[in-house]
């Protein structure tokens, strides 16, 4: 089945420590998006990749970081110097060009800070 | 900056009965796209549907449809014949269709289905 995956699923992280997210994509889409949602408020955007060993920061990337090494994996990574970190992240991705405009999302991954 | 707006943070409907959700945007663009997904309690965001600014046709999906009305920056979700599986909260976003690659998101709005 084509579609996007994250793990896992539920995350616990000790203030302090450095956790990954994962985001793999088996649609062959070229653009790939992390988005985080807290309650109430709709998805900002943290970091998005339109090619391998490309990305660039969205609107809240301060706390972030991310990789795109292979087309279909985009980590992120919550570094300790995210000072809120506790929130529901979304992994999305999009076909390449201009007119394929519609981004897909993964189930996403609910982060506690402990 | 484009913003986009969902001022009813929640709405209800009998089911079989039709509900309009809105939403209202920000910009001094002409070319863009207009979205709506639904998040239901799995939390996980599903394309209804999209609409692209430069067609003044109104998108529809089987009974969810749009009422895009780009003087006003209107862009309000109808869904028709409501189903118990539509209980959702419902984002509506917008993305530049100047080869910028951000949604931006609305507040949401929560629809509850009464059955």
């Known amino acids: 089945d084509g579609g996007i995956t994250q793990s896992p699923k539920y995350l616990f992280r000790k203030e302090g420590q450095n956790v990954t997210l994962s985001c793999e994509q088996n649609l062959n889409h070229d653009a790939m998006y992390w988005y985080r949602q807290d309650p109430g408020q709709g998805l900002r955007l943290i970091y998005y990749?339109?090619?391998?060993?490309?990305?660039q920061k969205g609107d809240i990337a301060e706390g972030y970081s991310v990789s795109r090494e292979k087309k279909e994996s985009f980590p992120l990574t919550v570094t300790s110097a995210q000072k809120n970190p506790t929130a529901f992240y979304l992994c999305a991705s999009k076909s390449g060009g201009r007119y394929t405009d519609t981004q897909y999302f993964g189930p996403g991954t609910r982060l506690t800070v402990l | 900056a484009q913003t986009v707006t969902q001022s009813q943070p929640e709405m209800s409907v009998q089911e079989a009965e039709t509900v309009t959700l809105s939403c209202t945007y920000d910009t001094s663009e002409s070319d863009y796209y207009l979205f709506w997904y639904k998040q239901p309690p799995s939390r996980q965001m599903i394309l209804v549907i999209r609409q692209e600014a430069y067609k003044q046709q109104n998108a529809t999906e089987n009974r969810f449809s749009v009422n895009f009305q780009k003087a006003a920056k209107s862009f309000s979700l109808k869904i028709s014949d409501s189903q118990l599986g539509d209980a959702a909260m419902y984002f509506c976003?917008?993305?530049?269709?100047?080869?910028?690659?951000?949604?931006?998101f609305g507040k949401g709005t929560k629809l509850t289905v009464n059955p």
């Open positions: 976003a917008y993305r530049s269709g100047g080869g910028s690659e951000k949604l931006v």
């Open positions: 990749s339109q090619i391998v060993n490309d990305f």
